[in-house]
């Protein structure tokens, strides 16, 4: 007989959050789902009932993240998956970015991630048992397209705090997982979804702002749905042995092959010239 989980879904207000809730809910398991607000319709849509605690939190806010894992504990005694979705896209070249357009994507794509997961970790840890799944992109592998840079850095960031943690805590019987979605049909590129710099650099017209074009043009088209999506999280959730990376969509499991392959062709390139570093070889010339 299948065990009861209980899922911690970060931003599952829409999107990929909502769509996991509701695949977990109807699984037969458990939800813990935070919002920054409309609790209460969130509640309405899932279906509110005995396995969901609709939580109110913005992930930067550690003193909201701390009390909402307390809530979570006390209604379920326990939490097995960790779902850290919470964040959104900015668009604008380096140089037309703010500091506080830089500072506000870290502080939610990244260091929100670390809030909640920190938050949970001693649980999982005391219980022996867990399962963290990390919400990165098709771009923490590959950031080639212009204006999603930064963006783009904050999901290499994951992808690395992923790889980081999975080496730590699986001798404590807990699983890491980041998850790189490619473009799905969510609302991602709807206008309140994302942010585009405020500042426009001529410079930058035909690559960055065509790309700002772009997005405009594809909200609403993408290819990847989101309810299959979750589908797939469900199955990392059943798992006993999940992966550490795993693209979603042909699209990032493309992006994830060129960057291997461009990566080895980069290294196999300069690999005579890097290779010939090391101290020993500098002294054994010198006495030659």
Not at 135 to 140: Q, Y
Request: a negative charge; proline letters at 3%.
């Amino acid at each position: 007989m299948k065990k009861q989980k209980v899922w911690f879904i970060t931003g599952a207000s829409r999107g990929f959050g909502f769509e996991i809730a509701k695949a977990a809910l109807r699984a037969g398991d458990k939800v813990v789902a935070t919002v920054r607000k409309n609790a209460e319709q969130v509640a309405t849509a899932l279906g509110a009932g005995n396995d969901l605690l609709v939580v109110v939190l913005d992930v930067t806010n550690k003193q909201q993240v701390e009390e909402g894992v307390r809530k979570a504990l006390a209604t379920f005694g326990r939490i097995d998956i960790l779902v850290n979705n919470a964040g959104y896209g900015f668009l604008g070249a380096f140089e037309e970015a703010t500091d506080e357009d830089i500072l506000r994507q870290y502080n939610t794509n990244v260091f929100g991630l670390l809030h909640v997961t920190r938050a949970l970790l001693p649980h999982m840890r005391q219980a022996q048992s867990g399962h963290i799944i990390n919400f990165s992109s098709l771009f923490g592998y590959k950031a080639s397209a212009p204006g999603f840079g930064i963006y783009a850095s904050t999901k290499f960031a994951v992808e690395g705090i992923s790889e980081g943690l999975a080496a730590e805590v699986k001798p404590l019987g807990i699983h890491v997982t980041s998850v790189a979605p490619g473009v799905f049909a969510t609302d991602f590129l709807a206008n309140d979804s994302y942010i585009v710099s405020q500042n426009s650099i001529d410079a930058y017209a035909s690559t960055v702002g065509q790309l700002k074009e772009l997005a405009l043009q594809l909200h609403g088209n993408q290819p990847g749905d989101p309810a299959r999506l979750a589908q797939v999280v469900i199955a990392l959730g059943n798992s006993s042995n999940p992966p550490v990376h795993l693209p979603v969509g042909k699209d990032a499991i493309a992006a994830f092959r060129e960057k291997m392959a461009e990566t080895e062709a980069e290294v196999k390139a300069w690999e005579e010239i890097s290779a010939s570093t090391d101290l020993q070889q500098t002294a054994s010339a010198n006495a030659s």
